[in-house]
């Protein structure tokens, strides 16, 4: 498994929780579906799918809550205890390794610009006055990871799943 170092910190906007991401995420999805715009509060979500080891907490601790998904699935959202500000999640629509891929939430980062959408997904919902940018994936619902996510994410994301099995065994 290679992974790409990384060192970047982020936190809630209390600064209750600060937390270090070490390695590039394995796809970043920027999500339009009404799910997320209600959730967020604004047009979309911008998470960075990342091993959860490779999300090191620096500072406090999380609190699990769990909201819908299109799915249906639901994912666990862990927020500051304290200002509530989501810092990522898990969802439970992921066969096997659910529980080992956090979502973070992009915005969250002290440079959220460190981290671009690798594709916009549930674009059917998507706000008109966005305008999605040349070059970058777009699906009107979900999409085939197999099909877009670069090799070396697909073997990171067999690693986690073998791992899982080991596991279970
Ligand atoms: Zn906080
Ligand atoms: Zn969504």
Known sequence: ???????????????????????????????????????????????????????????????????????????DVHRCPRCRIALWSHYLRLPEIARDVSFLRVGTLDEPTAIAPDIHIHTVSKQPWVTLPDGTPSSEAYYDAAKLWPAESLARRDALVERARKADD
């Open 1 to 75: 498994m290679t992974q790409q170092e990384l060192s970047l910190e982020g936190g809630c906007a209390c600064g209750d929780v600060r937390y270090r991401l070490t390695a590039t995420p394995l796809f970043t999805h920027c999500c339009h579906c009404l799910y997320c715009q209600r959730q967020s509060g604004s047009a979309f979500a911008l998470n960075g799918m990342v091993e959860n080891d490779a999300v090191e907490l620096l500072q406090g601790e999380t609190e699990a809550v769990v909201l819908e998904t299109p799915s249906g699935a639901g994912q």
